[in-house]
């Protein structure tokens, strides 16, 4: 079974400031690991994916994520936020379970970019 | 190249009326999956199809959600009856055959008063 857990419902950052958005995962198989954006009334937008190929990702709009194994970890970051980065955003874990690819999401996190 | 197309965008009904959404896949995609996502949670996956087949819909409340893909592309969710609870965002996402990337559609917004 996977699992993902997404901390801090709500981050606020000002613009130009580091981007972390922190998401901690749990699977029984090698993962495969998503981060997905979500604006107001709109869908998911992949941004980026590891599928055991390089640990440190890179992403559209400057985002990257890092999977650490021995933290079970797959963070997300930013040097440097932009107003346009406010959004959603959606860790989410994968895995072939026999009957496909199945995507188990976390709770999200709220990004607010202030001036 | 088209994304995945879902329509109506917007829905508000009564409960204990019924609903259906429709969802068009990429082109090429066998897989089509229909998530719900309540306000202030992530996505939860309702059904899975491979083709017109359906691989997972242990999470789909059937005594009153269905879904069909008859020719294999385009999908149809219906709720009949509608209950309060099911005010959420219905998503539909699409993938190649045993593709680990999944597309999403823009959803589909219902309001059940």
């Known amino acids: 079974a996977q699992s993902v857990t997404q901390l801090g419902s709500h981050v606020s950052v000002s613009e130009g400031a580091l981007v972390l958005l922190r998401c901690n995962y749990s699977?029984?198989?090698?993962?495969?690991l998503f981060w997905y954006v979500q604006y107001p009334n709109q869908g998911l937008q992949l941004l980026l994916k590891y599928t055991s190929a390089a640990t440190l990702v890179k992403g559209i709009n400057g985002f990257e994520a890092e999977f650490k194994k021995s933290e079970t970890s797959f963070h997300l970051t930013k040097p440097s936020a932009h107003m346009s980065d406010a959004a959603e955003y959606f860790c989410?874990?994968?895995?072939?379970?026999?009957?496909?690819?199945?995507?188990?999401f976390g709770t999200g996190t709220q990004l607010k970019v202030e001036l | 190249e088209a994304g995945v197309a879902q329509s109506p965008r917007y829905k508000i009904i009564e409960k204990r009326q019924s609903v259906a959404f429709w969802c068009n896949p990429i082109?090429?995609?066998?897989?089509l999956y229909w998530y719900q996502q309540i306000l202030g949670q992530g996505p939860k996956l309702l059904i899975q199809f491979q083709n017109n087949g359906v691989v997972d819909d242990s999470q789909l409340p059937k005594d009153r959600f269905s879904a069909e893909r008859l020719k294999g592309v385009d999908s149809t969710l219906k709720i009949q009856p509608a209950k309060l609870e099911d005010s959420a965002v219905y998503l539909c996402a699409s993938s190649l055959s045993g593709g680990n990337t999944q597309y999403f559609g823009p959803g589909t917004r219902l309001t059940v008063l």
């Open positions: 989410a874990v994968s895995a072939y379970t026999g009957g496909g690819n199945k995507l188990t």
């Open positions: 082109s090429g995609h066998a897989t």
């Open positions: 699977s029984s198989v090698p993962p495969y």
